[in-house]
């Protein structure tokens, strides 16, 4: 232990000794009562991540930029498809094209911090489609507007690599001793 971290029990107040032997009992008997991890099958942690996914309008997009920084903007996803693959239209002429073209690692975050019922986190591959047959596929009424130059939309497709799931709902909750989260590899 580190020298200067120690305070002797002399030092410390009244106050702060009631503190001490009251909340170590308590917090120990909470860390021993937490159930483990649930060892959950990769269907029911999926099913866990489509119903946080499902309750969201929008998602966090991360992409990496050409000095290797991070860049995130909200996006409005489409369903994930059966394989958790996850769609998006954007502009040829936006950044985060440029910055899949160049680098397609990316991640999705999805969560609502207003209801904490949990997140999930897709760590992934993101492609560029321009195929008018997958455009017209996914069409938006919004599209109208927001790509009138039809040949400047394009398709983001990310495929998932890795999902990290939070669902309080379901009981898929971090480790409480290391922090991590329940995870599907692809």
């Avoid at 910055?99 to 019922?117: F, G, Q, S």
Wanted: glycine content about 4%.
């Amino acid at each position: 232990m580190n020298r200067a971290c120690r305070i002797p029990l002399s030092r410390l107040g009244n106050m702060t000794l009631l503190f001490l032997s009251i909340m170590i009992p308590i917090c120990t008997a909470s860390l021993a009562a937490q159930e483990p991890l649930k060892s959950a099958d990769r269907d029911s942690l999926i099913a866990a991540a489509r119903e946080i996914m499902s309750l969201q309008t929008y998602c966090g997009l991360v992409t990496v930029d050409s000095t290797g920084r991070p860049h995130a903007r909200t996006m409005n996803p489409f369903p994930p498809e059966e394989d958790m693959t996850v769609w998006m239209a954007t502009s040829t002429d936006s950044r985060k094209a440029r910055e899949i073209a160049h680098d397609p690692r990316v991640c999705l975050y999805y969560a609502d911090h207003v209801t904490a019922v949990g997140n999930v986190n897709i760590v992934g591959k993101a492609f560029l489609v321009q195929d008018p047959s997958e455009i017209q596929k996914r069409e938006r009424g919004y599209w109208q507007q927001a790509f009138p130059d039809r040949s400047k939309l394009v398709l983001i497709k990310v495929v998932p690599e890795k999902i990290e799931v939070l669902n309080y709902k379901r009981g898929f909750h971090n480790d409480p001793r290391t922090f991590r989260v329940p995870v599907v590899e692809f």
